[in-house]
């Protein structure tokens, strides 16, 4: 059973890279600066609502002009 796992650790060892990439795993690299990019979307977030709020005010009045057109026609 020892030579088993042996065996198996070295086959491991020389396909990490395409177990990883074939299996989509996270490396420590990929997470190390994870928090990071968590805080940058978070902060994001009030001037996408910001966004959001201003272009449903906009598509409001673009609709209310559209439909006073649309009675003049």
Do not use: C, Q
């Not at 042996?6 to 395409?18: E, F, S, W």
């Not at 420590?28 to 990071?36: K, Q, S, Y």
């Amino acid at each position: 059973m020892i030579g088993a796992d042996k065996y198996l650790n070295a086959y491991v060892d020389r396909r990490m890279k395409y177990i990883v990439d074939e299996w989509d795993l996270s490396t420590r690299t990929d997470l190390a600066d994870f928090t990071g990019r968590l805080y940058a979307l978070e902060k994001e977030i009030p001037r996408l609502k910001a966004f959001e709020h201003t272009a449903l005010e906009k598509l409001t009045e673009l609709e209310n002009r559209a439909g006073k057109l649309k009675g003049l026609v």
